[in-house]
Nanobody, 112 residues
Framework: QVQLVESGGGLVQPGGSLRLSCAAS????????MGWYRQAPGKQREFIAT??????NYADSVKGRFTISRDNAKNTVYLQMNNLKPEDTAVYYC???????WGQGTQVTVSS
């Protein structure tokens, strides 16, 4: 079983940047695909990015602005978010393919 804890969310102005972290415990996650998803109010949870064996994949809506990465020594996955837009406002969740595990989410609000 793996436990995931997201952090790094907050309020940022349009055009700003944030870096989200997802710290894992209970299991070494380096061999498992990891992903980021988000859920805006009134909408379904949507895929943002995934990293698997060093290969990354992104939703079209964030391609070129967001970057997923992992630090295996820290058992942590990151999501660097640049040029944020109001439509990026959502709760962001980390996912591990092991047991389809989810964190509690971190709120990102993009507003002037």
């Amino acid at each position: 079983q793996v436990q995931l804890v997201e952090s790094g969310g907050g309020l940022v102005q349009p055009g700003g940047s944030l870096r989200l972290s997802c710290a894992a415990s209970g299991t070494i996650i380096s061999i498992y695909p990891m992903g980021w998803y988000r859920q805006a109010p009134g909408k379904q949870r949507e895929f943002i990015a995934t990293i698997r064996y060093g290969i990354t994949n992104y939703a079209d809506s964030v391609k070129g602005r967001f970057t997923i990465s992992r630090d295996n020594a820290k058992n942590t996955v990151y999501l660097q978010m640049n040029n944020l837009k109001p439509e990026d406002t959502a709760v962001y969740y980390c996912n591990c393919a092991l047991g389809d595990s989810w964190g509690q989410g971190t709120q990102v609000t993009v507003s002037s």
